[in-house]
């Protein structure tokens, strides 16, 4: 089990979403990194948010699409 998290670089806090190593993970956040309208949000896999203060607080989502939708309005 992972995270993807999404950080904009300029404010504190982030997205979160659980998920898993895979294939799928790696395009889905290629595809994500792709689409992304600005630079300054971070795109990054993590183990555990509780080892990563310093993208806290974590706004956790439930689906990818509501990630990328909330990703894509940072």
Do not use: W
């Not at 979403?17 to 993970?25: A, V």
């Not at 896999?45 to 699409?65: C, L, Q």
């Amino acid at each position: 089990m992972c995270y993807v998290v999404a950080k904009d670089r300029n404010k504190q806090g982030c997205v979160a979403l659980k998920s898993r190593i895979g294939k799928h993970l790696s395009e889905y956040t290629r595809s994500l990194n792709a689409s992304l309208p600005r630079e300054g949000i971070q795109i990054i896999v993590i183990s555990r948010p509780t080892a990563y203060g310093e993208y806290a607080p974590y706004s956790f989502v439930d689906t990818e699409e509501e990630f990328r939708n909330r990703v894509l309005a940072m």
